[in-house]
């Protein structure tokens, strides 16, 4: 233990002094024994304290357009060719957007995420959606994120310069095993709206997701793929499958596993926003708050089709953990569950909006 325990902390001292790990060191990490597995997290936390300190930053998403995609992502329910129990929903209206974002500010979020399912944005979606980057900007205190599918130059310009800040296009997997989940567009498709995205200035958000049925060589190539693109944030998703979709039975992935390939990530990028996402709570359960130690920020109040853990109670997790909360103006503030949870109180659903199966 002493000797795997040195190997580690070596790891993450060579990566404070600004070497980048091999991909055999890579490959080791996520091939280390389970025993070996706190020493990890430990080696893991000494990078994301050098470069994010204490602190935890918060994104909340928003299903602004629920249902009926035209692409066949083998993950996702939420795709019209699946016969999954998706749902649904029309584009949701500018004040919905609005209200999404004073509601994500209350949860102490620094960023607000708004997604579409759809293939790329149609001309009235991107009105929508730059209407409301818009109005959210001149009186929210909030960063701004869109998912809206692939761009076009003009269009990424065009989400620019509404005030979105930050655009998320996940590469999901290996650029070897991508055409396994996906064949409605390609791999380079993806990197192709990455660097679109960049182009117009806006930050890039690219992650994946663990538990596809890739090998541990499609996970190396995922992290390495967005290093070399030089990505500024990085959520890694733990596969959550949906009924009705083709990888409805593939196995959950183990916990144990999910906190070695997190710090992965974090070696391969010590500096990125590392963020654990989607299937967290399903995949690493009572083990939610070791991600914290790789990861500096996580998403709260659910995903796009799944729920999740709540604001109070990643609060609560926050706060138990002796971490702070970052805002978008720089601040770091302690997490406060039970003001969250009464600023957040359930509300009746609205009326216009149709019910997800």
Known sequence: MI????????????????????????????????????????????????????????HVLDNAKAGACPEDCGFCSQSSRHGSPGGEAPMKSVDELVEGARRAVAAQARRYCMVTATRGPS?????????????????????????????TAAKAARLRAAGVDRFNHNLETSERYYDQIVSTHRWADRVETVKLARDAGMQTCVGGIVGLGEGQD???????????????????????????????????????????????FRFVHPRTDLRVAGGRELTLRSLQVMALYPANSLFTQGYLTTTGATPAADHQMILDAGFT?????????????????????????????????
């Not at 060579?14 to 070497?19: E, I, P, W």
């Not at 190396?220 to 039975?249: C, K």
């Not at 805002?327 to 406060?336: F, K, N, Y």
């Open 3 to 58: 000797e795997s325990r040195s190997r580690w902390h070596d790891l993450a001292a060579r990566s404070l002094a600004g070497a980048l790990p091999t991909r055999d060191e890579a490959a080791a990490v996520l091939a280390a024994p389970a025993a070996d597995t706190l020493a990890l997290l430990d080696a893991a936390y000494q990078v994301r304290r050098h470069h994010w300190g204490q602190r935890v930053l918060l």
């Open 123 to 151: 001309q009235r979606d991107l009105d929508t959606i730059c209407a409301a980057a818009e109005r959210i900007k001149a009186e929210a205190p909030i960063e701004l994120c869109a998912s809206l599918g692939l761009l």
């Open 218 to 264: 499609d996970l190396l190539d995922l992290a390495f793929a967005l290093r070399d693109l030089d990505v500024d944030s990085v959520p890694v998703n733990f596969l959550d499958a949906r009924p009705g979709t083709p990888l409805a039975e593939r196995p959950q992935v183990e916990p144990m596993y999910a906190l070695r390939a997190l710090c992965m």
């Open 325 to 357: 909360l970052e805002l978008e103006d720089g601040r770091e503030v302690a997490a406060d569950p039970v003001a969250v949870a009464d600023v957040l109180a359930p509300r009746k659903p609205e009326p216009r909006r149709l019910p997800l199966a």
